[in-house]
């Protein structure tokens, strides 16, 4: 837990100093504050075009970050020599990689509550923001987006040799996840008998957490309308109490999951040698 | 005489088809300085780098106070001090920050820390960023990184690259210092004249292969009149069939 804990604090000191970390949320508090000016002259309230833009907004970009600076953080001790030292010593593998996580989550989260404050206080401020109800969902979204994909990045981490390579495979990832989901969703659907078409949505839901995350937001806003009438009868278990409890169970499964794998990856290099 | 700490049994290190090391066997006892020679390419950093536990030999065995590492990692590696050839340090942590992460996985805490920058000359600069270090700074911040918890075996990849007269005698020195507290130090170099002043032991490495293992002083007696250590090398080296030095 000691080691862990020092990683982890090291990740959070070096997130802090990172340029990168700044422009982001520079980006972030921007297009969120042009967003919400737009929502308070538009006044209008619940689920909106506005929103579902704000949807957008965060599902092009934190995904996009996450998966960079996750990946980077790892690729980048491979290709410096810090893990070369640091394997030598008692520092077990899974302490690291958890330690990596723990702290790049800190990161994150801070930068994008961060950039949710400001906007939030300049619609106090200067004219109808969002409601209240959802500026919650919607920094509660963005968190879930961060901590998801983070797990994907640190898998992507352990399993790239350098940045490079990380950089080639995180955009690749967020393009088939984020931009063409829909587009292969469709693709595959189609050819699929109409009885196999319902269980093999669902399940490729929990298989996207950008999907499973967007769809709860909609959803728990009162959107679910938008989905089309069909789609919406299959989702709309999210709705019911025992929906949020089912969507947080596959969320920590799947952080545990990519996480794991990659600590069991990246041990095995270490065995290996 | 002193306890054997570490024992190198034909070990050996292929990566596909080529042979890094070829099977070479070494024993250190506490307190004795052990310097491995050799050019480029000669394998010391491979051999350093097994004994550290960072890669696995493909064949022999490597027992550190009679603990293999696969036998139980965390005890081997507790015992283990060891300082990198290549290493980048990040730009965004100072030197204290730096040396304090390593002390904290080491659960050494921060008046070692100061105590060892101060050592290394590093007390002063110890709130600057370590990017804006120049090599032999870098160096020295390695080396106490090394020495923090003053383990049994300290494994020093080129410690003396990029270290100016006045440091690489005061390395000299801390090594002395250390082996006279039972610390065993194995230092790679091709640095002839740091193994003449300061070893006790020394491996000539050609090609991954070990072309001599014996007593420093065995070797300046023995070529005196040829130019010590320099000579010693240079003669054996010559010996070696032209294919292997090629190796290097």
Redesign the interface.
């Known amino acids: 837990m000691l080691h862990l804990r020092t990683i982890a604090s090291r990740e959070i000191k070096l997130g802090f100093r990172n340029p990168w970390a700044y422009s982001f949320m520079a980006l972030f508090a921007l297009f969120s504050l042009a967003l919400l000016l737009i929502q308070s002259q538009a006044g209008l309230s619940g689920y909106t075009s506005t929103t579902g833009t704000m949807i957008n907004l965060i599902l092009y970009l934190l995904p996009l970050m996450t998966l960079l600076l996750g990946s980077f953080s790892l690729t980048t001790e491979k290709e410096e020599g810090g893990w070369r030292l640091l394997s030598s010593f008692s520092l077990r593998t899974r302490s690291y990689i958890w330690g990596k996580y723990a702290g790049l989550a800190v990161v994150l989260i801070v930068i994008v509550a961060f950039g949710f404050g400001l906007s939030g206080i300049s619609g106090t401020l200067f004219g109808r923001g969002f409601s209240l109800q959802a500026f919650g969902l919607f920094l509660l979204f963005s968190l879930l987006i961060i901590v998801q994909f983070l797990g994907i990045s640190v898998l992507l981490g352990a399993l790239c040799r350098n940045r490079w390579q990380a950089l080639t495979y995180g955009v690749g990832i967020w393009f088939f996840l984020i931009l063409g989901w829909p587009t292969i969703l469709i693709a595959v659907l189609g050819f699929l008998p109409y009885l196999f078409i319902k269980p093999t949505l669902i399940a490729l839901i929990f298989m996207n957490p950008a999907e499973l995350n967007r769809l709860f937001l909609i959803v728990k806003m009162g959107g679910g309308s938008i989905l089309g009438p069909e789609y919406y009868q299959w989702v709309k278990w999210i709705q019911q109490p025992m929906g949020s409890l089912l969507f947080a169970g596959v969320l920590i499964a799947w952080i545990i999951i990519y996480v794991e794998a990659a600590a069991g990856l990246w041990e095995r290099g270490r065995r290996r040698g | 005489m002193a306890k054997e700490l570490l024992r190198i049994e034909k070990v050996s290190k292929s990566i596909g088809k080529s042979t890094l090391l070829h099977p070479c066997s070494l024993s250190v006892r506490e307190g004795e300085i052990v310097a491995l020679c050799g050019g480029n390419g000669a394998g010391k950093s491979t051999l350093i ?2 004994i ?5 030999p493909t064949s022999g065995a490597i027992l550190l106070d009679g603990l293999a590492w696969s036998d139980d ?6 015992r ?1 001090g ?1 300082m ?1 050839d ?5 730009s ?2 100072t030197a204290y ?1 730096t040396l304090h ?2 002390a ?4 050494v805490g921060s008046d070692r820390v100061l105590e060892l920058l101060e050592t290394v000359g590093l007390l002063e600069v110890r709130s600057r960023k370590v990017s804006t270090f120049s090599k032999g700074m870098r160096q020295r911040l390695l080396f106490a ?1 090394a020495m923090l918890a003053e383990p049994p075996l300290l ?1 020093l990849d080129e410690p003396t690259n990029g270290l100016d007269p006045y440091w690489m005698e005061a390395f000299g020195r801390l090594i002395r210092s250390a082996a006279g507290n039972g610390q065993a130090v194995v230092f790679s170099t091709h640095q002839l004249n740091i193994a003449e002043s300061y070893a006790d032991s020394a491996l000539f490495m050609v090609a991954g292969h070990v072309q001599y293992s014996g007593e420093v002083e065995t070797l300046k007696e023995q070529y005196r009149g040829a130019g010590g250590l320099y000579g010693a090398f240079d003669r054996i080296v010559a010996s070696v069939a032209p294919m292997e030095r090629e190796g290097e």
Not at chain 2, 52 to 56: D, H, L, N, T
Not at chain 2, 86 to 90: H, L
Request: aromatic letters at 18%; a positive charge.
């Open positions: 780098n097994m550290a536990g960072i890669s696995r990692r965390v005890a081997y590696a507790d283990v060891y990198p290549e290493f980048q340090f990040g965004a942590l920050e992460f390593y904290s996985l080491r659960r990184q494994l």
